[in-house]
């Protein structure tokens, strides 16, 4: 069993979740019980966290992942969420909306191997357009970050070819709608700094502690490196 803080938003997630799985989807985690503050659910054997990094370096690892997101989100497309529904982020505007995980990075991935199985830590789970969770899922999985970052926090043994890395992910999740994929990893990244604001202002850990320790800066560098180095992922979305 897992236990983890309940907030308001927990019995909306749950619902979804066991949605999910009366679709046939057992790559959720089962939720058991609220009470007391608390959420239990149960447990997903696999690598997840800093495992995550390594699982997904080769380019089956990413697609498998890309696979299940897509699993994920069209299972959820025919649920109706409950009139008193609380959203984990805001609702994202846009045509044709699922339920958005909202933190797909890979350390949120349960992975046998370099498969991907499963997908835990609902949290920020709100109705949005597919490419909201996508676009999130790129800045990692490329990762749309510096050289830097991606040898020494991702721990690439070189710098990976972000371009054939975005290609390989859209194509594993097929049939998108064409997006600029610089312009909509730019947003996704500046709403997830938004949340993290409105989270630490709340006194919500570990949200508050980021910040104060300079979170905010650091995401408004990176967003301005995505933004600055356009031509390392460039594509044409709708002909992968």
Same mark, same amino acid.
């Given at each position: 069993?897992?236990?983890?803080?309940? $907030?308001?938003? $927990?019995?909306?997630?749950?619902?979804?979740? +066991?949605? @999910? +799985? %009366?679709?046939?989807? *057992?790559?959720?985690?089962? &939720?058991?019980? !609220?009470?007391?503050?608390?959420?239990?659910?149960?447990? !997903?054997?696999?690598?997840?966290? +800093?495992?995550?990094?390594?699982?997904?370096?080769?380019?089956?690892?990413?697609?498998? %992942?890309?696979?299940?997101?897509?699993?994920?989100?069209?299972?959820?497309?025919?649920?109706?969420?409950?009139?008193?529904?609380?959203?984990?982020?805001?609702?994202?505007?846009?045509?044709? @909306?699922?339920?958005?995980?909202?933190?797909?990075?890979?350390?949120? /991935?349960?992975?046998?191997?370099?498969?991907?199985?499963? @997908?835990?830590?609902?949290?920020?789970?709100?109705?949005?357009?597919?490419?909201?969770?996508?676009?999130?899922?790129?800045?990692? /999985? %490329?990762? @749309?970050?510096?050289?830097?970052?991606?040898?020494?926090?991702?721990? /690439? &043994?070189?710098?990976?070819?972000?371009?054939?890395?975005?290609?390989?992910?859209?194509?594993?999740?097929?049939?998108?709608? &064409?997006?600029?994929?610089?312009?909509?990893?730019?947003?996704?990244?500046?709403? $997830?700094? *938004?949340?993290?604001?409105?989270?630490?202002?709340?006194?919500?850990?570990?949200? +508050?502690?980021?910040?104060?320790?300079?979170?905010?800066?650091?995401?408004?560098?990176? !967003?301005?490196?995505?933004?600055?180095?356009?031509?390392?992922?460039?594509?044409?979305?709708?002909?992968?």
């Amino acid at each position: 069993m897992v236990t983890r803080p309940a $907030t308001a938003a $927990t019995p909306t997630i749950h619902a979804y979740l +066991r949605h @999910l +799985r %009366a679709e046939g989807l *057992d790559q959720v985690p089962e &939720p058991l019980d !609220i009470a007391d503050g608390v959420e239990t659910l149960r447990f !997903i054997a696999g690598d997840s966290g +800093r495992d995550g990094w390594f699982a997904q370096h080769d380019e089956r690892g990413l697609a498998s %992942a890309a696979r299940l997101m897509r699993r994920l989100h069209d299972a959820g497309s025919g649920w109706t969420p409950p009139p008193d529904a609380e959203w984990g982020a805001s609702p994202v505007s846009g045509d044709e @909306l699922v339920f958005c995980h909202g933190d797909p990075g890979p350390w949120n /991935f349960v992975w046998h191997g370099q498969e991907a199985v499963a @997908l835990l830590d609902w949290d920020f789970l709100h109705p949005g357009p597919r490419v909201d969770d996508v676009a999130y899922a790129l800045r990692w /999985f %490329a990762p @749309l970050r510096s050289d830097e970052h991606a040898l020494e926090w991702h721990h /690439f &043994p070189a710098v990976p070819d972000r371009r054939a890395r975005v290609a390989a992910y859209l194509a594993a999740y097929g049939d998108l709608p &064409p997006f600029d994929v610089t312009t909509e990893v730019a947003a996704v990244m500046q709403r $997830t700094s *938004d949340r993290m604001a409105e989270l630490a202002a709340e006194g919500v850990e570990p949200q +508050r502690t980021w910040v104060a320790e300079g979170a905010l800066d650091d995401e408004a560098e990176e !967003i301005a490196w995505v933004l600055g180095h356009r031509h390392l992922v460039d594509i044409d979305s709708s002909a992968v």
